[in-house]
C-alpha cells in the first residue's frame, strides 16, 4: 500500500466511531492530538494524502480498509467520505499550525 492510502486508512478508522458525519468535530481536542502523537513529518505526510485525495475524487476510498483488522464495513458513501476527507484537509490548513513546528 502506498503511503497516501496507508494516512487514508488511518483516517477512515475514525468513521468507525460515528452513525454520521455531522457527529465528527474538528476542534481544539483533535489539534491536541495531532500534535502530541504526531511528529511533523507525520502531519505533513497526512496533508499530502489527504491533498491526494482531494484530488482523486473518484477512488474507491473503503478499498484502503481492505486488508484492514475492522469488523464490518463502513456504513458511509464514497461521496460522503471524500466530504469527511476534504473537511479534514481544510481543518489541517487552519491557523493552529498543524503544519509547522
Known amino acids: 500500500m502506498d503511503k497516501n492510502k496507508f ?11 460515528v452513525k454520521t458525519l455531522e457527529e465528527v468535530i474538528f476542534n481544539e481536542k483533535v489539534v491536541d492530538k495531532l500534535m502530541t502523537r504526531k511528529a ?22 473503503k ?14 458513501s464514497n461521496s460522503e467520505i471524500y466530504e469527511y476527507l476534504a473537511k479534514f484537509k481544510k481543518f489541517m490548513e487552519n491557523e493552529k499550525k498543524l503544519l509547522t513546528e
Not at 63 to 76: I, T
Request: no cysteine; hydrophobic share 50%; charged share 15%.
Open 63 to 76: 478499498s484502503v480498509l481492505q486488508n484492514a483488522p475492522v469488523v464490518g464495513e463502513l456504513s458511509f
Open 7 to 17: 494516512y487514508i486508512a488511518g483516517l477512515l478508522f475514525e468513521l468507525y466511531h
Open 40 to 61: 511533523l513529518s507525520d502531519r505533513k505526510a497526512i496533508y499530502k494524502a489527504l491533498t491526494w485525495a482531494a484530488n482523486n475524487a473518484d477512488f474507491e476510498f
